[in-house]
């Protein structure tokens, strides 16, 4: 059970006509959630099967939404954490892991014409990665280019020659390389608009801040890792990809680190446009989600609020939160129009959801079959993910902001609604310092 301690002088702050609207506006949210969410996670990756990819799952969102605007307000502020675009793997082991059980089984005559093709293809992946590890693809560009787009146009006031915008970065290329796509595409849209960008170490304290505690609670040594992977091995040994690429069964120890291996290479492919190869077909849904169910579960613990990890992932993200929260004052009450964009990692997005408790992502779940229904890292921090709040004021002064996690409005479960998707800043700001 979730319990904020603060959560009662945010509700003491609304009248009963505020408090109307909101449960009218839950009614409404309620009324348009789409089927989608009902799905099981089997359904949907045996539908699209690439969102076993969870956090390589290339961004899909072409066209973005918005809630209708409440009569007298207009855009005056985003605040916006986006993720880099996609990339090539990060880790050439994923590569070699495969290849030489490959090729141990093909020295033991134990390999099928059909395993053979999918080394072959495996080998074509290694060798298109070389020099590219970690590296935004050309996709990846196109995704904040088209991110960029979609902001502009929805937003065109906020992107007049007088107003402020702030692009940072995490010190990694690929982040770098992603905030230079978006910031080039608006610069294509207007070129006399001012962009200001940094990628600077002492960003980092925000941008990608670990804590120490975290360190500990999410590294191959920390102490649920021995446990849990148990449960990976058991979901990783893949028998039915084994009979199709080896003449026996291996009795291997290796069996779970190869399919894991092979099941990193078969994900990455769809980040990457000129490669030619189709790797993931070789896994059937039951697999591939089971494969799936231990990758999103260790993301969980990692990074959510997991009574595993102690909340040490949530924990580090506060810097961040805080730092969202200090600008987002400064510049309302600058008056000026403004815009601040930050670049970093999936990690910081994951924690940062699930800290605010977005779209009920604040959730503290107990295994890995209750956070493959509740928690799916695909949904949260694909490729290219963003978490958007863009703020309106009316001539009032009234401040109410629009929370978007990649591109689509969202709840949050803890805060009353003023209008259907609609937040007072006050409470919000209030409900931030709380957690």
């Known amino acids: 059970m979730r319990y904020f301690p603060r959560k009662s002088l945010i509700l003491q702050k609304i009248n009963p006509m505020t408090l109307t609207r909101y449960f009218l506006a839950v009614a409404i949210a309620l009324s348009l959630v789409p089927v989608a969410a009902a799905q099981s996670s089997k359904s949907i990756i045996s539908a699209t099967p690439e969102k076993a990819g969870g956090i390589y799952y290339a961004y899909d969102i072409e066209t973005d939404s918005l809630p209708p605007v409440p009569e007298g307000y207009a855009p005056v502020y985003i605040s916006h954490y986006g993720r880099h675009g996609s990339r090539w793997p990060v880790n050439q082991k994923i590569y070699k892991n495969a290849g030489d059980f490959f090729q141990r089984q093909q020295l033991a005559e134990n390999i099928t014409p059909e395993g053979k093709a999918l080394w072959k293809q495996v080998t074509l992946c290694a060798g298109n990665a070389y020099g590219h590890l970690g590296e935004l693809t050309p996709m990846g560009e196109r995704q904040h280019k088209a991110i960029a787009e979609r902001m502009y146009s929805r937003f ?52 990608h801040h670990n804590t120490e505690e975290a360190k500990l609670n999410t590294g191959e040594d920390a102490p649920w890792m021995w446990e849990f992977s148990q449960y990976r091995d058991s979901v990783s040994k893949c028998g039915k990809v084994a009979a199709k690429l080896f003449k026996k069964v291996p009795e291997s120890d290796s069996i779970p680190l190869f399919m894991r291996s092979l099941y990193d290479v078969a994900i990455s492919v769809q980040d990457i446009d000129s490669l030619d190869a189709d790797i993931l077909s070789i896994f059937d849904a039951d697999e591939l989600t089971g494969l799936w169910k231990a990758s999103n579960y260790m993301q969980y613990i990692a990074n959510a609020k997991s009574p595993v990890s102690m909340n040490s992932g949530t924990e580090s993200v506060k810097p961040l939160l805080a730092e969202i929260t200090g600008r987002a004052d400064e510049m309302l009450a600058s008056g000026e129009a403004a815009i601040d964009l930050r670049f970093g990692h999936d990690t910081d997005l994951l924690r940062l959801v699930s800290l605010i408790d977005l779209d009920g992502k604040g959730i503290e779940l107990e295994d890995p079959e209750e956070a493959a229904e509740k928690w799916r890292n695909f949904e949260i921090s694909p490729m290219g993910a963003n978490l958007q709040l863009i703020f309106f004021r009316n001539k009032a002064g009234n401040v109410i902001v629009l929370p978007r996690l990649n591109e689509i409005p969202v709840a949050i479960s803890d805060v009353p609604q003023v209008v259907p998707g609609f937040y007072d800043w006050d409470l919000l700001k209030t409900y931030f310092a709380s957690l």
Do not use: W, Y
């Not at 020659?161 to 294509?188: H, W, Y």
């Open 156 to 207: 065109p006031e906020l992107f007049t020659n007088g107003g402020q915008i702030i692009a940072r970065s995490s010190i990694e290329p690929r982040c770098i390389m992603s905030m230079v796509a978006f910031t080039d595409r608006l610069k294509e849209l207007n070129t006399s608009v001012s962009i200001k960008k940094h990628a600077t170490p002492g960003d980092m304290d925000f941008i």
